[in-house]
T-cell receptor
Framework: EPEVTQTPSHQVTQMGQEVILRCVPI?????FYWYRQILGQKVEFLVS????????KSEIFDDQFSVERPDGSNFTLKIRSTKLEDSAMYFC????FGTGVANEQFFGPGTRLTVL | QKEVEQNSGPLSVPEGAIASLNCTYS??????FFWYRQYSGKSPELIMF????GDKEDGRFTAQLNKASQYVSLLIRDSQPSDSATYLC???????????FGPGTSLSVIP
């Protein structure tokens, strides 16, 4: 069964460093998302992406964040200068038709980011 | 600010009982409603979605939607210890490609 994959599973970085989290969405999906979940808190929407453009972004997704689909298979989230409060689990998701009526998002296993 | 609210729990039910999980949302224009299950340290896993008023059944799970009351629920029949997890309600925001999640309800099924 097709699945979303994410690498690395765990990333440790120093405050102020740049990190890139990678995702490979399901191959026929066209809509891509990033979410984060701080330990013990709810899943928070960061950004949606379609046709090589950001569709929506949350207040969390400030200038320190960027997304890219550098080739036909990868979807990346970059954090330019990490802060302690960026420590969280980051989930990538993909969807065939977007999050409108009855469209399922498939989640990857997540990358745990630890900022020291 | 669009919100999704859930009772945080924990909700404890004996094995074989019915577990009832509730969710309310603030965006009247929302069209799609999702229930996810999340085990500790794992990613959300879709259980079912609903977009029409009324009930939708899938095996032991029944989702109920009442758009007038802005309320969606999930019933789990014949609860099993393996159902012990956090259940996340998620709602699509009208006219946007965006889903927001509630804080989740922790369910514990006692053998």
């Amino acid at each position: 069964e097709p699945e979303v994959t994410q690498t690395p599973s765990h990333q440790v970085t120093q405050m102020g460093q740049e990190v890139i989290l990678r995702c490979v969405p399901i191959s026929n999906h066209l809509y891509f998302y990033w979410y984060r979940q701080i330990l013990g808190q709810k899943v928070e929407f960061l950004v949606s992406f379609y046709n090589n453009e950001i569709s929506e972004k949350s207040e969390i997704f400030d200038d320190q964040f960027s997304v890219e689909r550098p080739d036909g298979s990868n979807f990346t989230l970059k954090i330019r200068s990490t802060k302690l409060e960026d420590s969280a689990m980051y989930f990538c998701a993909s969807s065939e038709f977007g999050t409108g009526v009855a469209n399922e998002q498939f989640f990857g296993p997540g990358t745990r980011l630890t900022v020291l | 600010q669009k919100e999704v609210e859930q009772n945080s729990g924990p909700l404890s039910v004996p094995e074989g009982a019915i577990a009832s999980l509730n969710c309310t949302y603030s965006d009247r224009g929302s069209q799609s409603f999702f229930w996810y299950r999340q085990y500790s340290g794992k990613s959300p896993e879709l259980i079912m979605f609903i977009y029409s008023n009324g009930d939708k059944e899938d095996g032991r799970f029944t989702a109920q939607l009442n758009k007038a009351s802005q309320y969606v629920s999930l019933l789990i029949r014949d609860s099993q210890p393996s159902d012990s997890a956090t259940y996340l309600c998620a709602v699509n925001i009208a006219s946007y490609d965006k889903v927001i999640f509630g804080p989740g309800t922790s369910l514990s099924v006692i053998p």
